[in-house]
């Protein structure tokens, strides 16, 4: 019933889950999507299941309103990749992340930066949604219908990483092993530049054209990191190898 269109971005997603895992960006929460490639109104992700345990059955087809005939439980925050695959129509990887390297930038006023080449995609500032802008002090810091989607897409714009404050990320790509690799950098430039503060109190970030420079470099380099962590996995398989 899937395309071979299809059934590829599946295996995708369910090799992206387990690398993410492996690469300490997702634990027992967090989640990743892939755009549906022929339907691009709708997106594949896991059923409400930890990423580590997620199979090619698990993967539910959600249409941007958040529903689906799954019947099957789904991710509480799935709205927040509906609302950024609505807003961002390059979009067609979302990564949601709790990493605890992330967080203290959410929650000082120090800005996440580029500092580290292999993060330039970060560029100047990467945006902080701050929760109670939208609903208050009283929120469980949880992206729980679309209307907080929305206003997370907006906070997310045209960038490629957004801060949740004190709650996590999301990083967005052009396809999976993008999506995977800005999660993947984005929490080692965090660790980086906290170290960083930590020796001097102070650092030297990239600049704009150096971080752009470098992100355009790394993008001409994503299958070797793809196909490294895949296999760190152990998740090497031939293309359709499990139909
Ligand atoms: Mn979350």
């Known amino acids: 019933m899937h395309t071979d ?5 599946i295996h995708d997603l369910v090799d992206a889950n387990h690398v993410l895992v492996r690469r300490e960006i997702l634990d027992a929460f967090g989640h990743v999507s892939v755009r549906h490639p022929e339907s691009p109104e709708t997106f594949l992700i896991s059923r409400n299941l930890a ?11 959600t249409a941007l309103d958040g529903t689906t005939t799954d019947m099957r439980p789904s991710y509480l925050e799935r709205f927040l990749h509906a609302e950024i695959y609505r807003a961002r129509p390059d979009v067609h990887a979302v990564v949601h992340s709790h990493s605890a390297s992330m967080v203290p930038f959410s929650i000082s006023r120090t800005p996440l930066r580029a500092v580290w080449h292999m993060a330039g995609f970060l560029g100047d500032a990467v945006p902080v949604f701050e929760i109670r802008d939208t609903v208050g002090a009283g929120s469980d810091l949880l992206i729980r219908d679309a209307a907080l989607g929305a206003r997370l897409a907006d906070v997310l714009g045209d960038t490629a990483v957004a801060l949740m404050r004190g709650h996590g990320f999301v990083a967005v790509g052009g396809s999976v092993p993008q999506a995977v690799a800005r999660a993947v950098y984005a929490d080692l430039n965090a660790r980086a530049q906290a170290t960083a503060i930590q020796l001097l109190g102070d650092y030297t970030a990239l600049t704009i054209e150096e971080g752009e420079a470098a992100a355009e470099a790394n993008d001409g380099q994503l299958g070797r990191a793809w196909e490294t962590w895949r296999a760190e996995a152990g998740r090497s398989r031939t293309r359709r190898a499990c139909e």
């Not at 269109?5 to 971005?9: R, S």
């Not at 990423?51 to 087809?61: A, E, M, R, S, W």
């Open 5 to 9: 269109a299809a059934l590829d971005a």
């Open 51 to 61: 990423p580590g345990l997620v199979t090619d059955h698990d993967i539910q087809v």
